[in-house]
C-alpha cells in the first residue's frame, strides 16, 4: 500500500471537516457557541505543522495544513463579522 | 534544529486548539451553532492520520491525533448530551 496515498486521504478528510462548520456558520449567520480560541490556536499549529510538512518534504501534511490553516482563517473571519 | 521537536510542538498546539472549545460548552452546556459533522469528520480523518503516523514510525503525528481524536470524541459526546 503507498503511504502517500494514505496520507492525502487522511488530509483531504480533516481537511473538509471544518467545511461543514464553515457551511453552517454561513447559513445560520451564528458562531456564538464557538470559542474564539479554536481557530486561532489551531492556525497557529497547523503553520507549525505546514512548516514541519515542508522540512519533511511531505506534500501530504504540506496540503492538509494549508486547507486546514485557510478553513480557519474563514472561520475566524466569519465569527468576527457575525 | 530537530524537526521531531517542531513536530512535537505543532502537534501539542493543534491538539490544545480543542480544549478551550472544550472548556467553552462545558460551561455554556450550549453547542447549537458547532456543526455535527465537524466532529465526526475530524474523527474519521485523525484515525487516518494516527494509521498513516504510526506507518511512517512518527511519533509527533501519532500523539497529535491522538490527543485530536480523544477531544472530539468528548466533543462529539458533549454535543449529544447538551
Do not use: E
Not at 1 to 8: A, K, P, R, T, V
Amino acid at each position: 500500500m503507498d503511504w502517500m496515498l494514505l496520507g492525502l486521504l487522511a488530509g483531504a478528510i480533516t481537511s473538509s471537516g471544518f467545511i461543514p462548520q464553515l457551511v453552517r456558520g454561513f447559513r445560520t449567520k451564528k458562531l456564538d457557541d464557538i470559542s474564539l480560541y479554536m481557530p486561532l490556536v489551531l492556525i497557529s499549529g497547523m503553520t507549525l505543522w505546514l512548516l514541519y510538512g515542508i522540512m519533511l518534504h511531505d506534500i501530504s501534511i504540506m496540503i492538509a495544513n494549508s486547507v486546514g490553516v485557510s478553513c480557519n482563517l474563514l472561520l475566524l473571519t466569519m465569527k468576527k463579522i457575525y
